[in-house]
């Protein structure tokens, strides 16, 4: 693939449409993002990893560049996306972080398509705890049901949760004006609704590398112990800090990780 590839427009069997990035060449990473379903979250990652690997990444139905899906959202129809996205390609890397984590797993633990040589599950959980419960139901209420919340708040809390703590330097996350946009909430809710929904299954046995930040307000560093716990050749690195957004804001430290973590993956999985 070529560096001035455009992206593509993909049309799943279900009618959603998602907007794919092809960039790059060599072995071929596959990156998921998470609720917030954009190609654009992995921008410092993918550019890194564009330099050595063929990369994909999409923005998800009615996110980012992706029009509004008229359907309901689940994990497992997201991975039916994946699956159909890659048309038997073969990943060496599938990469989910948070929601897009869920995304990878059900590809995995239904063999949806080709398995990748490796896999790297990051802020993601396999069940969602009661903490995790409140949070959505929270950050669902702050919506409404007519999807008519202030989606400028919801935003900001988003960026206020996801972010590392010590990287926050202002107060003005509620200064902004109200804003609605009914078909981005209802876009976000029916997401969080099915991620709440996720419930994980046993993964294949295959190099496995788990990325988690100790201070991650929204998926917290214990699902990612828990899912290194049940799956034991995995290698778990969890970052002291970042914040959920740890692929973002520690980008060079992700890099890192990837290379030096599933190296010790593929190790593990030889014993």
């Given at each position: 693939?070529?560096?001035?590839?455009?992206p593509r427009?993909?049309?799943?069997?279900?009618?959603?449409?998602?907007?794919?990035?092809?960039e790059?060449?060599?072995?071929?990473?596959?990156?998921?993002s998470g609720?917030?379903?954009?190609?654009a979250?992995?921008?410092?990652?993918?550019?890194?990893?564009?330099?050595r690997?063929?990369?994909i990444s999409?923005d998800q139905p009615?996110?980012?560049?992706?029009?509004v899906?008229?359907?309901v959202?689940s994990?497992?129809?997201?991975?039916?996306?994946?699956?159909?996205?890659?048309?038997?390609?073969v990943p060496?890397?599938?990469?989910?972080?948070?929601?897009?984590?869920a995304?990878?797993?059900?590809?995995?633990s239904?063999a949806?398509?080709p398995?990748?040589?490796?896999?790297?599950l990051?802020g993601?959980?396999?069940?969602p705890?009661?903490?995790?419960?409140a949070?959505?139901?929270?950050r669902?209420?702050?919506?409404k049901?007519?999807?008519s919340g202030?989606?400028?708040?919801?935003?900001?809390m988003?960026r206020?949760?996801g972010?590392a703590p010590?990287?926050?330097?202002?107060?003005d996350?509620?200064?902004?004006?109200?804003?609605?946009?009914?078909?981005?909430?209802?876009?976000?809710?029916l997401?969080?609704?099915?991620?709440l929904?996720?419930?994980?299954?046993?993964?294949p046995?295959?190099?496995l590398l788990?990325l988690?930040?100790?201070d991650?307000?929204i998926?917290?560093?214990y699902?990612?112990?828990?899912?290194?716990?049940?799956?034991?050749?995995?290698?778990?690195?969890?970052?002291?800090?970042?914040?959920?957004?740890?692929?973002?804001s520690?980008?060079?430290?992700?890099?890192r990780?990837?290379?030096?973590?599933?190296?010790?993956?593929?190790?593990?999985?030889?014993?």
């Open positions: 693939m070529t560096e001035d590839h455009m427009e993909f049309i799943s069997k279900n009618g959603a449409i998602s907007i794919v990035h092809d790059g060449q060599g072995p071929l990473v596959v990156l998921v609720l917030g379903g954009t190609a979250f992995w921008q410092p990652v993918r550019q890194a990893l564009a330099r690997y063929r990369v999409f009615g996110c980012g560049d992706a029009p899906w008229g359907g959202p994990v497992s129809g997201l991975a039916q996306m994946l699956a159909e996205i890659l048309d038997g390609a060496a890397i599938m990469i989910g972080h948070s929601t897009g984590g995304i990878v797993q059900d590809y995995l239904q949806l398509g398995l990748p040589d490796a896999a790297v990051s993601t959980w396999a069940q705890c009661p903490y995790m419960k949070l959505f139901a929270l669902l209420r702050s919506l049901t007519d999807y202030d989606v400028a708040q919801y935003r900001a988003t206020l949760l972010a010590a990287d926050i330097l202002s107060d996350f509620a200064a902004l004006p109200p804003q609605v946009d009914h078909d981005f909430a209802r876009t976000q809710a997401r969080m609704q099915a991620l929904a996720f419930q994980g299954g046993a993964l046995d295959l190099p788990i988690g930040a100790a991650d307000r998926i917290p560093a699902h990612q112990q828990a899912l290194a716990a049940a799956n034991p050749r995995a290698h778990l690195a969890v970052l002291p800090e970042g914040g959920h957004f740890f692929p973002q520690r980008s060079d430290w992700f890099i990780a990837l290379d030096d973590g599933l190296a010790a993956s593929r190790q593990k999985s030889k014993q």
